[in-house]
């Protein structure tokens, strides 16, 4: 399903940063005795955990199986456009906005031609609904895990949620809507010929995968419920520290 473009991209934004940290070492400016204070091992350890689930999420096909089924429920190109703002923007909150920019382009595509939009239209909407959807929760990117981390938020699942979902999920209306109108995209009728079921490569992955994402997510969200309570519950997300 990725296009060699997007996997290229990926690997050299992997690479600029393995230089970028070779060389503020090589340099001096982080000392090798200091590297274990300026690196969040909880943080690392839980992205490495993210990313392997959704990794299995998007091999396993399950999440190209969720834009379609999302995808099938509109029958006007309008409304479409409108709902993969949410759909890109939903997904790169729960499921990271580098995953959602990797498999992405490929299902705007397929979007764009359904909608009978310009194709420039929904890479640009991919781009900034990811963006914009990301901030929803600390998951969303290694940035929020780093301030849920260090900033010292109670509860920073819930807080995230709770603060940034109405600002996040009006500017993932506003963007398509702003597009449409530049595009000049008609609302006309569209059938969607596609079957969610299909999509799925390996239903054994595709189970694990979504058990351990709804898993990762009930249990971010009962832990910060037990640390608004005072009950027992991990300080440290990544790790098993309480």
């Not at 943080?43 to 955990?49: A, N, S, T, Y």
């Not at 959704?54 to 190209?64: F, N, P």
């Not at 790169?92 to 009978?116: E, W």
Request: glycine share 8%; hydrophobic share 50%; with cysteine.
């Amino acid at each position: 399903m990725f296009g060699s473009c997007e996997e290229c991209d990926g690997h050299a934004g992997r690479l600029r940063m393995a230089l970028a940290a070779f060389v503020t070492v090589m340099s001096g400016l982080v000392g090798l005795e200091e590297m274990g204070y300026v690196i969040d091992i909880d943080v690392v350890l839980f992205l490495i955990g993210m990313f392997s689930l959704v990794g299995l999420a998007e091999s396993s096909g399950l999440l190209e199986m969720v834009s379609v089924w999302f995808i099938s429920r509109f029958k006007r190109s309008r409304d479409l456009v409108l709902a993969s703002s949410i759909l890109f923007g939903l997904l790169a909150a729960f499921a990271m906005n580098d995953t959602v920019a990797l498999i992405g382009p490929p299902i705007a595509y397929t979007i764009s031609k359904i909608a009978r939009a310009s194709p420039n239209m929904m890479f640009l909407l991919l781009a900034f609904s990811i963006t914009i959807g990301s901030v929803m929760t600390p998951i969303g990117n290694p940035q929020n895990m780093l301030v849920a981390e260090n900033s010292g938020i109670q509860a920073p699942f819930i807080t995230f949620v709770f603060k940034l979902s109405a600002p996040t999920l009006l500017n993932l209306i506003i963007v398509p809507l702003i597009l449409l109108k530049i595009f000049k995209v008609k609302n006309e009728k569209i059938e969607v010929g596609l079957i969610p079921q299909e999509t799925i490569k390996d239903r054994r992955d595709a189970l694990l995968a979504a058990l351990g994402l709804t898993t990762s997510i009930v249990v971010l969200t009962v832990n910060d419920l037990f640390e608004l309570s005072g009950l027992p519950h991990v300080t440290r997300r990544g790790s098993s520290h309480s």
